[in-house]
């Protein structure tokens, strides 16, 4: 008896749950290339700030804008310090022990509760039920100055332009003499909704958001699945509300960088709602990532189709879409020339003087991964080692040859306050 209430407290719990990578809002995907991608760009402005910070002996404080469950605080303490040796335990830039405070603001209740069940017994944690769309509410502006004024995952695209600028502002009197910000908005070019790519670049658009993605496939038809408008930008209408929020406020607003965030992966490319020609990529890539899981390289090949009048997002997607399959297709022929008997390459499939650096780089790196593990009898090396490795070195084609104008699912900028 004692065992059976054990095991329906655990089922009913939701953590005896079955795990995977492979789908839902945690996936491998987000976890492995985006937050991971997040994580690479913000690293310096990140570095900077620790260093700063530890000069003056003093901790850091975050605010999470739009947290959702505490969603921030793992991408932000998972930034890599600068360049971690292969020996040492620690990376990252916050150790706990550097934080001084994270506070998690969003309108969500049952989001919050969430939160709170994961991070509510830390007293370094609190959370606030505020609705950001006025700017900051006076509970906000009684907190103490932060360090990082974060969003992630679009939640800026949830605001008009001009909520936008005034809540950015509303940071800028907030914050001490200098801070980090950094926001998180939808492309306006995502190969995803190609469809909607004709709306006016001189009007505000917003797209009409279904989070169709986290339902399996057959069970979408019978779900009435709820949308929610979210605003599409390039990076020129980023830098509008930037330059009018520095002026609204009276600060300096330098920007770090601007990237483009899941440019193949993004949440609708698998659903095709708003372009029916998508590759359905996300799931071979999560499939990538998942330890004992091997996958078809072939479903990880990639048709881009054009849409006329739009040449110079056609050339780039053209040329993103030919590296990545030239990298897949290398990576099968390495995996057919490896003589696991003689640990060599029978032939070594040519790289092209003439490709891009980071191709050229993303397949030599390729060719020593399986000359150097693909003799391993034990682990399932191709699963374990080989596929992850293509995934990282996808995400670095992603993360080269990005140029953070607005083609991904997300464009996020990092930005520092002066005052
Ligand atoms: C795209 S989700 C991102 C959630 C989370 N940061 C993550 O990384 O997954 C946007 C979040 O913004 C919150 N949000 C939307 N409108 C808001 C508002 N007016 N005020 C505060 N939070 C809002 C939503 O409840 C949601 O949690």
């Given at each position: 008896m004692a065992e059976e209430t054990a095991y329906t407290q655990a089922a009913t719990s939701g953590k005896y749950d079955k795990t995977s990578g492979l789908l839902r809002k945690y996936d491998n995907v987000r976890r492995f290339w985006e937050d991971q991608l997040t994580s690479t760009f913000l690293r310096p402005a990140l570095n900077k700030l620790v260093q700063r910070k530890s000069k003056l002996l003093k901790r850091i404080r975050v605010l999470d804008m739009g947290c959702g469950s505490g969603d921030g605080y793992d991408l932000i303490m998972g930034v890599n310090t600068k360049n971690p040796g292969i020996y040492d335990y620690t990376t990252a830039a916050i150790i706990p022990d550097m934080l001084n405070a994270y506070v998690g603001v969003d309108i969500n209740e049952d989001l919050l509760r969430q939160a709170n069940e994961c991070y509510?017994?830390?007293?370094k944690f609190s959370f606030l039920r505020e609705d950001l769309s006025n700017g900051f509410t006076s509970k906000i502006n009684a907190q103490d100055p932060f360090d990082l004024y974060f969003t992630s995952?679009?939640?800026?695209?949830?605001?008009h332009d001009q909520q936008c600028v005034r809540l950015i502002a509303d940071i800028c009197r907030h914050s001490s003499d200098q801070a980090i910000f950094v926001g998180d908005w939808l492309g306006r070019y995502s190969y995803e909704w190609?469809?909607?790519?004709?709306?006016?670049?001189?009007e505000e658009y917003f797209m009409n958001y279904r989070i169709s993605y986290i339902y399996p496939e057959a069970k979408q038809d019978h779900v009435d699945i709820a949308s929610f408008p979210l605003r599409l930008l390039t990076k020129n209408e980023i830098m509008k509300i930037i330059k009018q929020a520095a002026k609204e406020s009276g600060v300096q607003i330098k920007p770090v960088t601007l990237f483009d965030r899941s440019i193949f992966i993004g949440r609708h490319m698998d659903t095709g709602?708003?372009?029916?020609?998508?590759?359905?990529?996300r799931f071979p890539v999560n499939s990538l990532f998942e330890g004992y899981v091997r996958t078809d390289?072939?479903?990880l090949l990639v048709d881009y189709i054009p849409k006329s009048g739009f040449d110079h997002l056609n050339n780039f997607f053209e040329m993103l879409f030919m590296s990545w399959n030239t990298l897949v297709n290398h990576t099968i022929s390495l995996l057919g020339n490896y003589d696991v008997e003689k640990c060599a390459f029978g032939a070594i499939p040519e790289i092209l003087p003439f490709y891009p650096e980071p191709l050229k780089e993303a397949m030599e790196t390729m060719q020593r991964v399986v000359e150097g593990v693909?003799?391993?009898?034990?682990?399932?090396v191709r699963a374990n080692v080989i596929e992850p490795h293509l995934g990282y070195s996808l995400r670095k084609l992603e993360i080269d040859l990005q140029p953070g104008t607005g083609v991904g699912h997300g464009l996020v900028g990092v930005f520092e306050i002066r005052k």
């Open positions: 509510g017994n830390n007293p995952y679009g939640t800026l695209s949830h605001f190609q469809d909607l790519w004709d709306n006016p670049v001189d709602d708003y372009n029916v020609n998508c590759p359905r990529l390289l072939e479903s693909g003799w391993v009898p034990w682990g399932d």
